[in-house]
Every structure is written in C-alpha cells, then in structure tokens.
C-alpha cells in the first residue's frame, strides 16, 4: 500500500487528484472523531474536518519538501485538527457573546413593521453621514463589532467610539423622523443589528471562494475544481442541518440556526493557512494542546486500568510518554487534580439525584471532563458543573428530536404531531421514555417573544436549577435556548429595561441588572430584580 507521504508527494508533484482522494478516505474519521470530542456538534465537527484537509491541500507542496522529510501525517492532522477546533468555539463564543449584548440593548421597541419602514431608505441615510459616523455605524451594528474593536479601527479610546456611534444613530434618527417614520435611538440600533446584514444564498461563497483557497496549492486548473469537489464531499452529504431562530426573552437568546449551511460553509473556506512549524507564535497554544490531551488521556488511563485491558493501556501509557516530552510535572499533577474533579461531581451528583435527569444516560466521559473544568470548591461551583452537564444532554436530545420532528412532519402532509410518543419512530435510535416525559409539545405563544413563526413548539416542562439552566425550545425549522428565569420574570423586567434604555440614550456601557432598581416601583419588579442579580453572582462565581 502506498504511503502516506507518498501520495502527498503525489498530490503536490504530479496533480494527481486520486491520490488527496486516497489521503482523505484514510484520515477523515480520524480528524472528524477528534473534532467532534472537543467541539461537540456534528455540524461545527464537519466544518473543522473540512478545514483541516483544505489547510493540508494547501499545505501539501510544502509539507512534502519540508526539510528530513515529509512529518507523519497523522500526527499533523491530529495536531491541525486540534488548534482549528479550539479556534472553533472560541470562534462561536465570541459569537454569542455579541448576540447577548445585543439582546440586553432591546429595549422592546423594535417590530418587524419598524424595518420595513426604515429598510428601503436606509442606505440613503447612511449615505447622508459624513465618512467617520458612517464608518462607525458599519462597524457597530452591520459587522457587530465591540466598542472597543470600533475604537481601535477608527483609531480613538472606546469611550469616544460611544459617542461617535451615539451620535450617528442620533443622526440616522433624525433623518428617518424627517421622513415621517418615529423609531427611538436605542430601537434603531436593534434593529440594524438584526436586519441590516442578511445571509448570502447558500453555496455562493463557497463557489466564489473554493477556487481561490486552492489556487494556493499551484496545481492545475482541472485539479482545482476537482479538489473543491472532494473539499465539498462532507457538507453535500450532510442530510439534516440545524436551523434556528432568536429568541429575545429577557437576559435569554434564542440561537439562529437556519443559516448554519451558509455560514459553515463561509468561515470554512476562508479559514487562513497555518503551517505547523516556524511560526513562533503558536508554541504556548501547542503546549496548551498537549496539556489537554494529557488530560484526556489519563482520565482514559485510569479507566482502562479497571478493565485490565493490558494491551490499551501498554499504548496509553506510550502516548502519555510522548506528551510528556512537552509537558512538565506540574502540568502532570494538574491532569491527576482534573480527574479527581470529574470523581467528584459524580460522588456529589449521587448524593444530590434531585441534580440528575434522565437525559444523563447519554452524557460522555469528555462531556464530565469538560464540566469538571473548574475548581469545585463551593456549593455554586457543583451547581454549575451540573447546570453545564444538563445543557449538553438536552442539547443532544434537541438534535435528535429536531431530525425526528422534520421526518414526522414530511410523513405526516406537514402536520405537528399532538404528542411526543408519535417521534418514536422516526428516532434513529429510541429515546427511552422517562426522557420524553421531561419535554411537552406547547403553543410557540407559551414563551414570549422568541419569534420563531410557528404555532407549535417542543420545550423542557420546567428548569431543575431555574438561575442556572437554559430552556431548550425545538420547532419544525431549527432549534436553540432561551433562559428559564427570563421567560418567568420577562413581564416585570421588560418595562424597566426600557425605561433604563430611554433614560441612558441606548447606552448600555456600563449597565448592570442593580441599576434596574430605581426605576421598579412594585414588589414583584424588585424581587425580579433580585432574581437576576442572583443569577449574574451564581453565573459569574461571585
């Protein structure tokens, strides 16, 4: 059988296409398993894979001259996979984060209705801005940018990038109210945000683009397409994508999911080229790397040692050597402390099963590990361990009843089923009931404001750990979480967000949910009020 490196050879020699086709037939399940463990969706799983081997198509020319010869190219991938999943999530947390601050700056005001008004004349208000406010606004409610990354652009502090922006949403304001169209500055910016940058149709970036990435190879023009072809394999079989909507309900979000395809395919093809060696840069990120999957492994090393399985553990104990060389003793120790922590939220959560719930028979060894990240020191830090363990699994199950859902309702003439019990044919695998009896099929309206345009929804019953737990919500086109304590004190927190909002010009720098006080004048407000300062000190680990 042809080697590895020869068929890299092969490939960035002699164009030959059969020989990438042969690499990726032999690596694929090997970077997608390793992609899917850290990153946890099968959708964002496929996106990494798909990156790793157009940054190896990229990459091959070089790889085979590299100086002693061509590396093992599994260990490159492995490697390369494990550096573009770590830049995955941070990718997708950054992208939450800005949805937050988004949803907090709501200030209720903004309908549908209000865009169709001010969407035809936008761009002639925009033009209206002299080149610095325009800019401003661009880079603050088209491309979601911080405040401070709106300084830094424009070259100016984040204070004066506020009042840059304040000023030009002002402007924009007084333009459309010149129009005969009445909308408030904080709801303007909202409504910007949301709907002034829409997705591209699907497939466009990825043909603008596939070319382009490729052409980095130098190989021919037939070897470029055909290798965007086979670059393309994975996402033209995917069978069911996730889409979502946004759910704007207090402090919660309710996740867009229907544009996953298009914006998977975007970030993958415009992932930049970073090569293994020479870039000093990376090194503490690598090291980082090794300290994790030293982790990994001796939380595996201390499992296999129970199953007496000699042979496994004679190889663990082979690649625990090898992340030694890069890993000092304290790193060592601090794997052993790691797995210690995991031992101990399992002995808590046996002592507290009022924690638990049925969704736990599909939770993972890395899905512990990845809870049991942190200290677990107080009674907030288990309790948030668990909250972390409950979002995992009732997002597993949220994928499955969303496929599920789509199957029924395409047998079904488009008919919602009218009860749960009627998915279990269409699982892949049955979900056992005590799961199904945590979930209910309710009218979209039962929670407030998520907006998703569907009559019906599927949605957990109630919260075990109401601060700390988000509330899964699934419909026919996407699923996503919104936050339990947010739709139970949304009515009374609403009012005051708005009076803080109008009171502050849409200027939430700065703003925490104690400043909501002065404007509650009922008991239930201020103990809703209590509720969520509550919720940030748990959150946050105060």
Same mark, same amino acid.
């Given at each position: 059988?042809?080697?590895?490196?020869?068929?890299?050879?092969?490939?960035?020699?002699?164009?030959?296409?059969?020989?990438?086709?042969?690499?990726?037939?032999?690596?694929?399940?090997?970077?997608?398993?390793?992609?899917?463990?850290?990153?946890?969706?099968?959708?964002?799983?496929?996106?990494?894979?798909?990156?790793?081997?157009?940054?190896?198509?990229?990459?091959?020319?070089?790889?085979?001259?590299?100086?002693?010869?061509?590396?093992?190219?599994?260990?490159?991938?492995?490697?390369?996979?494990?550096?573009?999943?770590?830049?995955?999530?941070?990718?997708?947390?950054?992208?939450?984060?800005?949805?937050?601050?988004?949803?907090?700056?709501?200030?209720?005001?903004?309908?549908?209705?209000?865009?169709?008004?001010?969407?035809?004349?936008?761009?002639?208000?925009?033009?209206?801005?002299?080149?610095?406010?325009?800019?401003?606004?661009?880079?603050?409610?088209?491309?979601?940018?911080?405040?401070?990354?709106?300084?830094?652009?424009?070259?100016?502090?984040?204070?004066?990038?506020?009042?840059?922006?304040?000023?030009?949403?002002?402007?924009?304001?007084?333009?459309?109210?010149?129009?005969?169209?009445?909308?408030?500055?904080?709801?303007?910016?909202?409504?910007?945000?949301?709907?002034?940058?829409?997705?591209?149709?699907?497939?466009?970036?990825?043909?603008?683009?596939?070319?382009?990435?490729?052409?980095?190879?130098?190989?021919?023009?037939?070897?470029?397409?055909?290798?965007?072809?086979?670059?393309?394999?994975?996402?033209?079989?995917?069978?069911?994508?996730?889409?979502?909507?946004?759910?704007?309900?207090?402090?919660?979000?309710?996740?867009?999911?229907?544009?996953?395809?298009?914006?998977?395919?975007?970030?993958?093809?415009?992932?930049?080229?970073?090569?293994?060696?020479?870039?000093?840069?990376?090194?503490?990120?690598?090291?980082?790397?090794?300290?994790?999957?030293?982790?990994?492994?001796?939380?595996?090393?201390?499992?296999?040692?129970?199953?007496?399985? !000699?042979?496994?553990?004679? $190889? @663990?104990?082979?690649?625990?050597?090898? +992340?030694?060389?890069?890993? &000092? /003793?304290?790193?060592? *120790?601090?794997?052993?402390?790691?797995?210690?922590?995991?031992?101990?939220?399992?002995?808590?959560?046996?002592?507290?099963?009022?924690? !638990?719930?049925?969704?736990? $028979? @599909?939770?993972?060894?890395?899905?512990? +590990?990845?809870?049991?990240? &942190? /200290?677990?020191?107080? *009674?907030?830090?288990?309790?948030?361990?668990?909250?972390?363990?409950?979002?995992?699994?009732?997002?597993?199950?949220?994928?499955?009843?969303?496929?599920?859902?789509? $199957?029924?309702?395409?047998?079904?003439?488009?008919?919602?089923?009218?009860?749960?019990?009627?998915?279990?044919?269409?699982?892949?695998?049955?979900?056992?009931?005590?799961?199904?009896?945590?979930?209910?099929?309710?009218?979209?309206?039962?929670?407030?404001?998520?907006?998703?345009?569907?009559?019906?929804?599927?949605?957990?019953?109630?919260?075990?750990?109401?601060?700390?737990?988000?509330?899964?919500?699934?419909?026919?086109?996407?699923?996503?979480?919104?936050?339990?304590?947010?739709?139970?004190?949304?009515?009374?927190?609403?009012?005051?967000?708005?009076?803080?909002?109008?009171?502050?010009?849409?200027?939430?720098?700065?703003?925490?949910?104690?400043?909501?006080?002065?404007?509650?004048?009922?008991?239930?407000?201020?103990?809703?009020?209590?509720?969520?300062?509550?919720?940030?000190?748990?959150?946050?680990?105060?």
């Amino acid at each position: 059988m042809t080697s590895d490196s020869d068929l890299l050879g092969q490939y960035a020699r002699k164009n030959l296409q059969d020989a990438f086709t042969e690499i990726v037939r032999r690596h694929v399940d090997l970077v997608y398993s390793a992609a899917l463990r850290q990153v946890r969706s099968p959708q964002l799983a496929e996106e990494v894979t798909q990156s790793v081997f157009t940054d190896l198509a990229r990459s091959a020319g070089k790889l085979s001259n590299a100086a002693g010869g061509s590396p093992v190219l599994t260990a490159w991938l492995y490697v390369v996979t494990r550096r573009t999943a770590i830049d995955a999530v941070r990718t997708e947390s950054r992208r939450q984060l800005r949805e937050q601050i988004a949803v907090e700056m709501n200030n209720m005001n903004a309908t549908a209705n209000d865009w169709m008004q001010i969407a035809p004349l936008l761009d002639d208000a925009m033009t209206a801005l002299d080149e610095t406010d325009r800019a401003a606004v661009l880079l603050r409610y088209f491309e979601n940018k911080s405040l401070h990354e709106v300084g830094a652009t424009l070259g100016t502090s984040d204070d004066a990038a506020q009042k840059r922006v304040s000023r030009a949403v002002e402007k924009l304001r007084e333009f459309f109210s010149k129009q005969k169209i009445t909308i408030g500055a904080s709801g303007l910016a909202v409504l910007i945000s949301t709907n002034a940058v829409q997705s591209a149709p699907i497939g466009l970036a990825a043909t603008i683009s596939a070319a382009a990435i490729l052409t980095g190879t130098a190989v021919s023009t037939s070897t470029v397409v055909a290798t965007t072809k086979i670059i393309a394999m994975t996402t033209l079989q995917k069978s069911i994508i996730g889409v979502a909507f946004i759910a704007a309900v207090g402090t919660g979000i309710f996740e867009a999911h229907q544009n996953a395809k298009s914006q998977n395919q975007n970030r993958t093809l415009q992932k930049q080229s970073v090569l293994l060696a020479g870039q000093i840069q990376q090194l503490q990120r690598e090291r980082d790397d090794a300290t994790n999957q030293l982790a990994g492994s001796l939380a595996e090393n201390a499992q296999l040692k129970s199953d007496s399985n !000699e042979n496994e553990l004679l $190889k @663990l104990r082979s690649e625990v050597t090898q +992340l030694h060389k890069g890993a &000092s /003793d304290p790193t060592a *120790d601090a794997a052993k402390n790691w797995l210690t922590r995991v031992n101990q939220l399992k002995e808590w959560a046996e002592q507290n099963p009022a924690a !638990e719930i049925p969704e736990f $028979k @599909l939770l993972t060894k890395q899905d512990w +590990l990845n809870a049991a990240r &942190s /200290d677990l020191n107080t *009674d907030a830090d288990y309790r948030r361990a668990m909250s972390s363990l409950r979002d995992t699994t009732e997002n597993k199950v949220a994928s499955m009843m969303h496929s599920a859902l789509g $199957k029924y309702i395409q047998a079904n003439g488009g008919q919602f089923p009218s009860d749960l019990s009627q998915l279990q044919l269409y699982f892949d695998s049955p979900l056992d009931d005590a799961i199904l009896q945590r979930w209910e099929i309710v009218p979209a309206k039962t929670i407030p404001n998520i907006g998703v345009g569907e009559p019906n929804i599927i949605t957990e019953k109630s919260a075990v750990d109401d601060l700390l737990d988000t509330r899964m919500v699934i419909g026919a086109r996407g699923y996503g979480n919104t936050d339990f304590l947010g739709t139970e004190i949304g009515d009374a927190v609403n009012p005051l967000r708005k009076a803080y909002g109008e009171a502050h010009g849409g200027n939430w720098t700065g703003f925490n949910n104690s400043n909501l006080l002065e404007y509650a004048t009922r008991p239930e407000q201020k103990a809703a009020i209590q509720k969520l300062i509550e919720q940030q000190q748990l959150r946050s680990g105060q």
